[in-house]
């Protein structure tokens, strides 16, 4: 296994954490890419779902630079993770430079910045498809076996976490959901930039903070990201909260 039993029990138990009733999914899927990172001997993470078109959307990522790098498949249409999402099966690469012929925008930006090796895992359930969680290696291998069982047991457990919304809201279908979650992560994106360029941020580190007030003020992501941009609390509360950094 990648980690003891005892690592992977507990990181259950802070994903189930998520699934409280009034859930957000946008954490529940960063949790679950931060989580995979610190399992699995992968070195960047990131989640892709769909929406009612079937178009994918970036929900969750380590990172910015990996978050620009997923954009980058999504938008030239062809990737390992998008095809991993469109068949419903696993793409495992090794080595990315081997597929540059398939995929050339996607696996020259992604040796451009370091990563080597990609396995691309489907969110599924049965026959329903809706989206792909990608774990990222800087060296030119695939993750073992064992793994890969990790992996791909933790994106059926997002996938039944976000197809959990079926009974939180009964008026709600499930793409209406999805398309929430997906319109909160647009929301949590401008929040970032608007800390960013704020206190001349880098990116990752406006997340951070913009996450960790949420933590430790009981809020959900989402909903402080929404009072970010619509200033229902200033930049200044977050910016110098003590704890911003822990």
Same mark, same amino acid.
């Given at each position: 296994?990648?980690?003891?039993?005892?690592?992977?029990?507990?990181?259950?138990?802070?994903?189930?954490?998520?699934?409280?009733?009034? !859930?957000?999914?946008?954490?529940?899927?960063?949790?679950?890419?931060?989580?995979?990172?610190?399992?699995?001997?992968?070195?960047?993470?990131?989640?892709?779902?769909?929406?009612?078109?079937?178009?994918?959307?970036?929900?969750?990522?380590?990172?910015?630079?990996?978050?620009?790098?997923?954009?980058?498949?999504?938008?030239?249409?062809?990737?390992?993770?998008?095809?991993?999402?469109?068949?419903?099966?696993?793409?495992?690469?090794? &080595?990315?430079?081997?597929?540059?012929?398939?995929?050339?925008?996607?696996?020259?930006?992604?040796?451009?910045?370091?990563?080597?090796?990609?396995?691309?895992?489907?969110?599924?359930?049965?026959?329903?498809?809706?989206?792909?969680?990608?774990?990222?290696?800087?060296?030119?291998?695939?993750?073992?076996?064992?793994?890969?069982?990790?992996?791909?047991?933790?994106?059926?457990?997002?996938?039944?976490?976000?197809?959990?919304?079926?009974?939180?809201? &009964?008026?709600?279908?499930?793409?209406?959901?999805?398309?929430?979650?997906?319109?909160?992560?647009?929301?949590?994106?401008?929040?970032?930039?608007?800390?960013?360029?704020?206190? &001349?941020?880098?990116?990752?580190?406006?997340?951070?903070?913009?996450?960790?007030?949420?933590?430790?003020?009981?809020?959900?992501?989402?909903?402080?990201?929404?009072?970010?941009?619509?200033?229902?609390?200033?930049?200044?509360?977050?910016?110098?909260?003590?704890?911003? !950094?822990?």
């Amino acid at each position: 296994m990648a980690q003891n039993d005892g690592a992977l029990t507990t990181a259950l138990m802070r994903l189930v954490d998520t699934l409280v009733v009034d !859930y957000d999914p946008v954490e529940l899927t960063q949790e679950l890419v931060d989580t995979c990172v610190d399992l699995l001997p992968a070195d960047a993470a990131g989640l892709l779902l769909a929406d009612t078109h079937g178009t994918l959307q970036v929900l969750a990522s380590t990172s910015e630079q990996l978050r620009l790098l997923e954009l980058l498949q999504i938008q030239s249409e062809a990737g390992p993770c998008l095809q991993a999402y469109r068949t419903g099966e696993q793409v495992l690469i090794g &080595d990315l430079a081997t597929v540059a012929a398939d995929w050339p925008l996607f696996s020259e930006s992604a040796v451009a910045n370091g990563f080597h090796g990609v396995c691309a895992l489907p969110l599924r359930l049965r026959e329903e498809r809706i989206g792909a969680l990608n774990l990222f290696t800087r060296t030119a291998d695939v993750l073992r076996a064992e793994d890969l069982r990790v992996g791909q047991a933790l994106a059926d457990f997002a996938t039944v976490g976000i197809l959990h919304a079926r009974i939180l809201a &009964d008026t709600l279908t499930v793409n209406e959901q999805l398309n929430t979650a997906l319109n909160s992560r647009v929301i949590i994106e401008q929040a970032k930039g608007m800390l960013a360029e704020r206190a &001349d941020l880098d990116m990752d580190t406006a997340f951070q903070i913009l996450r960790r007030h949420a933590r430790n003020h009981n809020r959900h992501l989402s909903d402080l990201a929404r009072a970010v941009v619509d200033r229902t609390i200033a930049l200044d509360t977050l910016l110098t909260d003590p704890k911003r !950094y822990r």
